[in-house]
């Protein structure tokens, strides 16, 4: 059983290049995220996509964008990369949200490491 | 002010002994909360989930939630080296997670 899957594992870009990073699921999960980590800041929400169909900021949207194609996949491109999208990015699923009695939780990939020179 | 706050570390602890981090967390609003334990260049894992306030036992880690107090506690009993890690505190509501930065505990032999 895969779980979330990202690729690539590994990038370099140069700023103003542009890039996607594939994310897929095999747990039939409704929500999807993207998510980065930098030092001291914990991880930061970039996109979500609370069912197929549907997609919305998180704290950290700008320079991103993203696409749910379908209820596996969740793709998130950087369009005009720059040195401070240098991060490790997570990709996540999660059944749906995380209410009281929902009981669901969130998986996440093995992270893409990203460095934009 | 961050939404969810933890002492970034890192916590020494010696193998064998009880490990304790904390957390506060400020929107009240928050409905449940989650240990993630993160090793350096892995992605997080949860440990525990607890959505009521009292202690939530789980072999040798016990989640502690007061709402009132808006605080979060992880205990790890008879710590090992393997536990040494980042320990990610995280406080849900309806569709949001929010992520503490993490408190790094290293458990020396």
């Known amino acids: 059983n895969a779980g979330v899957t990202q690729t690539p594992k590994f990038q370099v870009l140069k700023t103003g290049q542009s890039m996607t990073l594939q994310c897929a699921q095999d747990?039939?999960?409704?929500?999807m995220y993207w998510y980065r980590q930098d030092p001291g800041m914990g991880l930061r929400l970039i996109y979500y996509s609370a069912s197929e169909g549907t997609t919305d900021k998180g704290e950290v949207p700008n320079g991103y964008n993203v696409s749910r194609l379908n209820k596996r996949e969740f793709s998130l491109r950087l369009e005009s990369a720059a040195p401070s999208q240098t991060s490790v990015y997570f990709c996540?699923?999660?059944?749906?949200?995380?209410?009281?009695?929902?009981?669901?939780?969130?998986?996440f990939g093995e992270g893409s490491w990203l460095t934009v020179v | 002010q961050k939404e969810v706050e933890q002492n970034s570390g890192p916590l020494s602890v010696p193998e064998g002994a009880i490990a304790s981090l904390n957390c506060t967390y400020s929107?009240?609003?928050?409905?449940?909360f989650f240990w993630y334990r993160q090793y350096s260049g892995k992605s997080p894992e949860l440990i525990m989930s607890?959505?009521?306030?009292g202690d939530k036992e789980d072999g040798r880690f016990t989640a502690q939630l007061n709402k009132a107090s808006q605080y979060v506690s992880l205990l790890i009993r008879d710590s090992q080296p393997s536990d040494s890690a980042t320990y990610l505190c995280v406080s849900g509501g309806y569709n949001k997670l929010i992520f503490g930065a993490g408190t790094r505990l290293a458990v020396h032999p």
């Open positions: 747990m039939n999960h409704n929500s």
């Open positions: 929107d009240r609003g928050s409905q449940s």
């Open positions: 607890i959505y009521s306030n």
């Open positions: 996540a699923s999660s059944e749906g949200g995380f209410g009281a009695v929902s009981g669901n939780t969130i998986y």
